[in-house]
């Protein structure tokens, strides 16, 4: 890691030594978000007050981003970046390069549980999320301060919508005949905590790791026992290994998108509800 670091140095030093912290010549504030949720944010509470930047390229897994030197010095330019510390190394590394009061960490908000930063899963806490964002942007944007009081808005708005689906949510799984959620990745802990459901996964926080054959046997040996029809995997992740175990139980693989990436035309309120449609067929819920 410590090579890594320096190369990230030896990069910004090359990139702007100095650098005046520019913002987009139509008077915008530059923010550069680590991954879609936050870049989502941003632009919900920014309107056109903002110029957002994704740094991970749809379809692709942000937990494996690798900075080219062109991210690099739209950190280096920006306002203010969002980050999630913990879920994407390169960033983390990146950031810590930066002015700390142009950088902001989302997982600080409120406390994670057991170090799994999935938070946006949960639109509680992703509205609690947006009030922090708003803050921060009114402060970037100190310019013209009068554009506080949209920022404010603009989350209050969200917030609100954030919340209406989070009624949604409850109201769709409440009256269920199984509360057994069966993922290939440790991704759904915060939706299922909101929700009260199990949360059974194959693999653990990291999806690029492989589970053992017993760890596989006592999932599909769990799920047969309470009746799970569906085994879920992930839209950036390779479904086999739900397959594998969806064929050893004689149930169905579908998908349950943690919204890490969106696709075209998709937003994380079409997603989320796509994903509450999918949870109500699996769960046999009225």
């Given amino acids: 890691m410590r090579w890594r670091a320096a190369a990230l140095v030896a990069v910004l030093l090359t990139l702007g030594g100095c650098a005046v912290h520019r913002q987009p010549d139509d008077g915008r504030v530059r923010v550069v978000a680590g991954f879609y949720p936050l870049q989502f944010v941003a632009e919900q509470i920014g309107g056109d007050r903002v110029a957002v930047q994704n740094l991970t390229r749809g379809g692709a897994e942000p937990h494996d981003l690798e900075l080219q030197p062109s991210q690099l010095a739209a950190l280096e330019d920006a306002g203010l970046v969002l980050y999630l ?15 700390k009061d142009r950088t902001f960490d989302v997982s600080g908000v409120e406390p994670l549980h057991d170090a799994d930063p999935h938070v946006w899963l949960d639109p509680v806490r992703l509205a609690a999320i947006a009030e922090q964002v708003a803050g921060r942007l009114a402060a970037a944007d100190a310019a013209d301060p009068a554009n506080a009081g949209g920022y404010r808005s603009r989350a209050d708005d969200l917030a609100a919508r954030l919340h209406e689906l989070d009624g949604e949510y409850e109201r769709g799984l409440s009256d269920c005949a199984r509360h057994d959620l069966v993922t290939s990745h440790e991704a759904f802990g915060y939706l299922a905590a909101r929700y009260h459901l199990v949360q059974v996964p194959v693999t653990g926080l990291n999806p690029d790791e492989e589970p053992g054959p017993q760890r596989v046997r ?14 879920f995997f992930e839209s950036l992740v390779s479904p086999k290994l739900s397959e594998t175990v969806a064929r050893e139980v004689g149930a169905k693989a579908a998908v349950l998108d943690p919204i890490e990436g ?15 449609a999918a949870l109500r067929d699996a769960l046999g819920c009225r």
Avoid: C, H, S
């Avoid at 599909?220 to 799970?228: D, Q, T």
């Avoid at 969106?262 to 509450?276: I, S």
């Fill in 218 to 231: 006592d999932v599909a040996r769990l799920a047969k026992e309470r009746g799970v029809t569906t085994i």
């Fill in 262 to 276: 969106v696709e075209d035309g998709e937003t994380y309120f079409t997603t989320m509800r796509a994903n509450l």
């Fill in 85 to 99: 510390r913990g879920f994407q190394p390169a960033v983390d590394e990146a950031v810590d390069l930066q002015d």
